[in-house]
C-alpha cells in the first residue's frame, strides 16, 4: 500500500504501550472500557466504531504507528483500560472492522467526554472542561458539517467530535448506534467495513426522523 492510499483492510494486531495486542478483540474492548465504561450498550458500540476509526485513521497518516511505534495511552489519544468486561468485547465484536469515512476517506473521529446530561435534555456539569470541543451535526452534511477545535479546522478528515456523555443520553433514549454518529460527525457519514470493501450501513429512517424530532426540543 503506498501512503496515503486508503486502508480496506484492518490490521490483526497493534502494537500498543502495552505489547501487542489484537485490534478488535482486545484493543478496541479496552478503549471502550478505558473511556467509557458504564455507557449503555448502543453508546459503546458508537464509541467502539468511533475509537476503532480514530486509531485506524492515525495509522494511516503515521505508517510506523502500531507497528514499530508503540500507540499510546492517554487522554491525548485514546485511553486503552488493562482489561475490558464482556459488554465492551460485545461492543467491538457486533461493529467488527466498521470505521467511518467521509467522500470514501477516513475521518479524524475525534471524541471526549462532554458534558454530563440531564434527564430533560440539558446540559449538566462538564468536569473534564471537554465539552467544548463537541460537535452537534444533527441533520448536517457537507460544508454545513461543523468540524471541532480538537483539531485543525481545515483539515478535510475533521467531521467533528462525539461527546461520551451526550451519546449515552441518546442511546438511554433510544437511539442506535449508527443515528448517534450521524448526530456528531454529519448526515452523510459513511460506514465502512474494513476488510469487505462495502458499506455496510444503509440510513436508519427511523432513526433520522426520530433524531429530527429530538433536535426541536433538546436543550442546549
Not at 116 to 139: A, F, I, Q
Request: charged share 20%; hydrophobic share 40%; glycine share 10%.
Amino acid at each position: 500500500m503506498v501512503m496515503g492510499e486508503e486502508p480496506t483492510e484492518a490490521p490483526e494486531r497493534v502494537f500498543t504501550t502495552a505489547g501487542w495486542l489484537s485490534l478488535e478483540r482486545e484493543y478496541v474492548p479496552r478503549v471502550v472500557a478505558g473511556e467509557h465504561l458504564h455507557a449503555h450498550p448502543e453508546a459503546k458500540a458508537a464509541l467502539a466504531i468511533a475509537a476503532r476509526t480514530f486509531v485506524l485513521r492515525a495509522m494511516r497518516d503515521r505508517p510506523t504507528l502500531g507497528r514499530t511505534t508503540a500507540i499510546p495511552s492517554g487522554q491525548h489519544f485514546q485511553v486503552f483500560a488493562k482489561s475490558a468486561p464482556d459488554a465492551c468485547r460485545e461492543a467491538a465484536s457486533r461493529t467488527r472492522g466498521i470505521v467511518l469515512r467521509h467522500q470514501g476517506r477516513m475521518i479524524l473521529a475525534n471524541h471526549v467526554a462532554g458534558a454530563s446530561w440531564n434527564r430533560d435534555g440539558s446540559h449538566s456539569h462538564d468536569p473534564t472542561n471537554t465539552e467544548r470541543w463537541v460537535t452537534y451535526n444533527l441533520g448536517r452534511r457537507g460544508m454545513d458539517v461543523v468540524p471541532t477545535g480538537l483539531s485543525l479546522r481545515s483539515h478535510p478528515g475533521n467531521r467533528g467530535c462525539l461527546g461520551q456523555h451526550c451519546a449515552n443520553w441518546l442511546a438511554a433514549h433510544g437511539h442506535d448506534y449508527r443515528t448517534i454518529l450521524r448526530f456528531f460527525y454529519g448526515e452523510d457519514v459513511e460506514f465502512y467495513e474494513m476488510g469487505s470493501g462495502k458499506s455496510p450501513v444503509g440510513r436508519a429512517l427511523w432513526g433520522v426522523l426520530a433524531l429530527a424530532i429530538f433536535g426541536n426540543t433538546v436543550r442546549r
